[in-house]
């Protein structure tokens, strides 16, 4: 079965840090890059990070650039979304993306408050 199931979301305090992970299955998941997402209650989805197949080059939309970290292991067929510092308006429904596949995860609910 085609799909990615993301993991990793949960209540945190402002200052606090996350990992979120994605796990890919029923595709070569060592040749696609893959992304991260994120909408917020009320607002569009977001994309907030990147990263190649062989994991180089990865890049950062402004509002996370400092304070996330994308990564991948391809012999766990997985990327992964370090989220560190956070914020209240990183506050979101977090979604991992295979953009060449066209092929979204469920999404992970992180919620970071006092």
């Known amino acids: 079965q085609v799909q990615l199931v993301e993991s990793g979301g949960g209540l945190v305090q402002p200052g606090g840090s996350l990992r979120l992970s994605c796990a890919a299955s029923?595709?070569?998941?060592?040749?696609?890059?893959m992304n991260w997402y994120r909408q917020a209650p009320g607002r569009e989805r977001q994309w907030i990070a990147g990263?190649?197949?062989?994991?180089?080059?990865?890049n950062y939309d402004a509002s996370v650039e400092g304070r996330f970290t994308i990564s991948r292991d391809n012999s766990k067929s997985s990327v992964y979304l370090q989220m560190d510092n956070l914020e209240v308006d990183d506050t979101a429904v977090y979604f991992c993306?295979?953009?060449?596949?066209?092929?979204w995860g469920q999404g992970t609910q992180v919620t970071v408050s006092t």
């Open positions: 993306y295979a953009p060449q596949k066209g092929l």
């Open positions: 029923g595709f070569l998941f060592s040749m696609y890059p």
């Open positions: 990263i190649s197949p062989t994991g180089m080059n990865p």
